[in-house]
């Protein structure tokens, strides 16, 4: 199918803490699924990640080992137009006329602000207009279809809101995008809690694999994941969550089902079972941390970075000039 007949999803990485197996599986997995589907715009939200406290290195060092992660995973650059925010000056731009067309009120309301503004009494404005700065990325480039988890739903219907506003207003300007709450990959979690998922800024690093961990690391972190005091193998997220989640890695990784899965632990200690999956992690992760080894501080990651903030750039400008015409900002 021609690039013209597909329809759009633009995908935006918030550059905080370290990717972990539970994106990946996830979250990344599916996007390597539907890379074939769409025209694909990956970006990485780093404007996004400064709207609350953040540390200077970290933020730099995530920016490329962001991108080099999600290639190492199988993300195809042939793909997928892959760029960085910051890089796309017209962004910025677009979001200020974006924001004098968006009332407070609406911001204010936004579930994640209240939720964020609560825990700072020192919060940013930048944390208030973030949902504008988030409908600039995806008005900036046309796209059709938003794949979010459902804490994001609610900017991409501000945003469909700001659009059809600013079309109304000002003539047709702006795609109605729509949400894609997507049917989510396996939800993995933490390995010494169960009951929370495995996330990216956890706190205690023992419950959670880091696709750059340290392969001795991963292993022992799988080997001391909490289980329960029975001794066999079933899936029963409800009674058994440690079990369960571990089935969950390992069919996830190898492709069985859960079925399989039981199938072939049934006679199995809880040792035997972690170490085999212990092996299936491990070898998941060093072809990953060997392919992103090759990339992350390459003249090809450079280059596609730059090619895809130029192929952004022009359709953001072109939007900008637009929109500064209908508003009447011009010569
Ligand atoms: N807010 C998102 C990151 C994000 C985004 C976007 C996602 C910024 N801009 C545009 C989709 C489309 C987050 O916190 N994950």
């Not at 407070?104 to 602000?113: A, D, H, K, P, V």
């Not at 696709?211 to 997220?237: F, G, H, Q, W």
């Not at 989640?245 to 089902?257: F, R, V």
Request: hydrophobic content about 35%; glycine content about 6%; charged content about 30%.
């Amino acid at each position: 199918m021609g690039d013209i007949m597909k329809k759009t999803i633009l995908t935006g990485l918030k550059p905080t803490g370290s990717l972990t197996l539970g994106n990946y599986i996830g979250s990344i997995s599916q996007m390597v699924k539907m890379q074939d589907e769409y025209k694909s715009y990956l970006f990485v939200a780093d404007m996004h990640a400064i709207t609350v406290p953040n540390d200077r290195e970290e933020l730099h060092k995530n920016i490329k080992e962001f991108i080099a992660l999600y290639l190492a995973c199988g993300i195809d650059p042939t793909k997928n137009v892959i760029y960085l925010q910051s890089d796309v000056e017209y962004i910025p731009a677009i979001s200020w006329l974006l924001e004098c067309n968006t009332y407070y009120g609406e911001l204010s309301r936004m579930i994640q602000f209240k939720e964020k503004s609560k825990k700072n009494a020192n919060f940013s404005v930048g944390l208030l207009t973030y949902p504008v700065l988030m409908a600039t990325d995806i008005l900036a480039v046309d796209a059709d279809y938003v794949p979010v988890g459902i804490d994001q739903k609610q900017h991409v219907e501000l945003t469909r809101d700001i659009a059809i506003r600013f079309n109304n207003k000002y003539g047709d300007t702006f795609k109605i995008p729509e949400p894609l709450v997507t049917e989510v990959g396996t939800k993995i979690m933490d390995l010494v809690d169960p009951s929370k998922k495995m996330s990216k800024t956890e706190e205690n690093p023992k419950g959670v694999i880091g696709l750059l961990d340290d392969i001795s690391v991963a292993r022992k972190k799988i080997m001391s994941a909490t289980t329960d005091s029975e001794m066999c193998v079933k899936y029963d997220p409800e009674n058994k969550p440690g079990i369960s989640n571990l089935i969950n890695i390992y069919a996830s990784l190898t492709g069985e089902t859960i079925i399989d899965v039981e199938e072939k632990f049934k006679n199995s200690n809880y040792g035997e079972f972690k170490r085999s999956i212990a092996d299936v992690v491990c070898n998941f992760l060093e072809k990953i941390q060997e392919r992103y080894n090759e990339i992350v501080d390459s003249e090809e990651l450079e280059e596609l970075l730059k090619n895809g903030a130029s192929e952004v750039r022009e359709l953001a400008k072109v939007k900008f000039e637009m929109m500064k015409k209908s508003i009447g900002l011009y010569r």
